[in-house]
């Protein structure tokens, strides 16, 4: 089913986009990704109120990079699209070492990477660079240039693939499309969603009802919640957000908030994970939190092959393409496809309210 040499060129065609919270290259992105499966895309407009959020102005960039006083480019955006602050405004002028300093992000402890930096709510620009080279930048004058639009007319865009089955309850998997160029988080995870969604789609005979989607983290799913909690939680029987895929053959799960989920029984008994690949719900995290919210109240769990924020290439310019493993890759899918072969065995009973003894009817 999965085609290496269709899987590696879907990846480095997706590679140096500017992926973002929204924009031209998140489009791309979608449409790129809807060659694995058809997805149904939808826009939100820019300024649109979402429980007590608004979706922010549309981000594009055309080109951002430094004048050294010596006259040599560095920090190009065109190069590494980790070199300017994501969500940066434009600027354009020349400014002293000291001022650059000011608007240079590295990271101490991880002196030789790029580090990911955002600035999504805060109207500011800047660089990320290698903290290594900060010191090796000399007294003179810089000349900045980040030439970016924030278009308040702009959209998000939202895919969803919805796959009816013999039951309407629905199971529910949902990956990211907000990341820049870095592999394992995040570009794997919405590969490998897509292929996931082709694997049910071509089941015959399917017991359960899916709903896979594709968005940008945190206003993404609440602005796709703000526009769907209904209908989402009228038949929600499981869900499950995939991120940081790709980097190892085996699989962590982070347990919704509601211990007892069916979401947390079905990850847990079919996955056989030991207790350090079991992790309790908390607050942080991805998407999963959103659901989990006392006002939504879904109890999401999270399936990772790494840990956010404790492999040493999260977040930086190490997350690259250097890591990628197909056969790894190829591995996770098989092993997420075999988990919807088991979910499809699986039989949940309705309990309904009376005085004696409850007749089970199946759902």
Avoid at 54 to 59: A, Q
Avoid at 230 to 254: D, E, H, P, S
Wanted: net charge positive; glycine share 6%.
């Amino acid at each position: 089913m999965i085609n290496k040499s269709e899987l590696q060129k879907i990846i480095h065609e997706l590679w140096p986009l500017n992926r973002s919270l929204t924009g031209k290259d998140v489009r791309k992105t979608h449409k790129i990704l809807s060659k694995i499966t058809p997805m149904k895309k939808k826009e939100y407009r820019s300024g649109t109120k979402v429980f007590d959020w608004k979706i922010p102005p549309e981000w594009n960039v055309k080109d951002a990079y430094i004048i050294t006083p010596d006259g040599k480019k560095i920090l190009s955006f065109k190069n590494n699209n980790l070199h300017l602050l994501n969500y940066s405004i434009p600027f354009n002028g020349t400014v002293t070492l000291d001022a650059l300093k000011k608007n240079l992000y590295s990271d101490p402890l991880r002196p030789n990477i790029v580090p990911y930096i955002t600035s999504y709510y805060k109207k500011k620009w800047g660089f990320c660079i290698k903290h290594s080279e900060i010191k090796k930048l000399k007294k003179g004058r810089y000349k900045v240039y980040i030439s970016a639009e924030h278009n308040s007319k702009g959209s998000l865009t939202i895919s969803e693939k919805k796959i009816p089955g013999k039951n309407k309850k629905e199971i529910l998997f949902q990956s990211y499309t907000c990341h820049p160029s870095m592999l394992t988080n995040e570009l794997l995870g919405p590969v490998a969603l897509l292929y996931l969604a082709k694997y049910v789609e071509q089941l015959k005979d399917r017991k359960y009802s899916y709903r896979f989607i594709l968005l940008p983290e945190t206003i993404g799913t609440i602005t796709y919640l703000s526009n769907n909690i209904t209908k989402i939680r009228k038949n929600f029987l499981a869900g499950y957000v995939l991120t940081c895929l790709g980097l190892k053959n085996f699989f962590y799960f982070k347990r919704s908030k509601e211990r007892g989920s069916v979401s947390n029984k079905l990850a847990e008994n079919f996955f056989n994970l030991s207790n350090k690949n079991i992790l309790n719900y908390n607050p942080g995290g991805s998407d999963e939190r959103q659901y989990n919210m006392s006002g939504i109240g879904l109890p999401v769990g999270c399936l990772m092959t790494a840990l956010p924020g404790k492999f040493k290439e999260y977040h930086s310019s190490s997350d690259n393409l250097n890591l990628l493993n197909e056969n790894i890759l190829i591995a996770n899918i098989k092993q997420l496809i075999k988990f919807v072969d088991y979910l499809e065995k699986q039989t949940f009973y309705e309990f309904k309210k009376n005085k004696c003894e409850p007749f089970c009817q199946n759902i």
